[in-house]
């Protein structure tokens, strides 16, 4: 049996130290997962867990330059570690999540806030707010088996060299091992699943020409220059 359209490339992550390529099936975001973001967006203490989705073709791994995309005056930067899984299931015990990842990386939750809070204020899904064209620059993948599993260790990120975001992993609301585990009773995850962890406070604009510089401690660091849109 022939596709009847060529097929593309899967979207794949680059993994440090290796020349092989992990292959991104889903992405998953976790919001308002450190209690200082959950405030500058409006929440007050540790709420349940809540999920959106990114498509795997918003990817940009290893960065580099990123369009500032259509129908937005105000795109936002969100830094978060990401999770990648090696292995699925089904109702995961958090205490045995962490078997069933590969890696963590350096990611951005780029986000066209207006159009998310227009979802918001009327109800609607957030799908044009947060799944765009290069709306997940993404660094190389380091393996947990090189790095372990980092549950603390610095966060930042820099605009132009100001620092705008500074946090600690420790500080995550919900545990990757939880956010696993929850996610498992609502999907069955499937190997090649990542997942944005959540972002802490310091969220904020950018605009053409900006260079941002994303990193976590023992994880690695993710570079990005905003340029015109097409």
Request: glycine letters at 12%.
């Amino acid at each position: 049996m022939a596709y009847a359209i060529s097929l593309w490339t899967p979207p794949a992550l680059p993994i440090t130290g290796s020349t092989d390529l992990f292959p991104v099936r889903r992405i998953f975001c976790v919001g308002r997962n450190y209690v200082e973001h959950q405030k500058e967006m409006g929440g007050d203490g540790r709420e349940a867990p809540f999920f959106f989705l990114k498509a795997a073709h918003a990817l940009v791994p290893l960065g580099g330059e990123v369009r500032y995309p259509p129908k937005t005056s105000n795109y936002h930067y969100e830094t978060e570690m990401v999770v990648a899984l090696a292995k699925g299931g089904r109702r995961i015990d958090a205490k045995s999540a962490n078997a069933h990842v590969f890696g963590y990386a350096v990611g951005l939750d780029m986000t066209r806030r207006d159009l998310q809070q227009w979802g918001k204020d009327h109800g609607r899904p957030w799908g044009f707010g947060k799944d765009f064209d290069q709306a997940a620059p993404c660094s190389a993948l380091a393996p947990a088996a090189r790095i372990g599993h980092p549950a603390k260790g610095a966060l930042w990120l820099t605009v132009n060299g100001k620092e705008r975001q500074r946090a600690d992993l420790a500080d995550m609301i919900w545990s990757v091992p939880e956010q696993i585990a929850y996610l498992s009773e609502y999907y069955t995850l499937e190997p090649g699943d990542i997942i944005f962890s959540g972002t802490p406070a310091g969220v904020g604009p950018v605009k053409p020409g900006d260079e941002l510089l994303a990193g976590i401690e023992g994880v690695g660091e993710l570079k990005v220059r905003i340029v015109a849109p097409l």
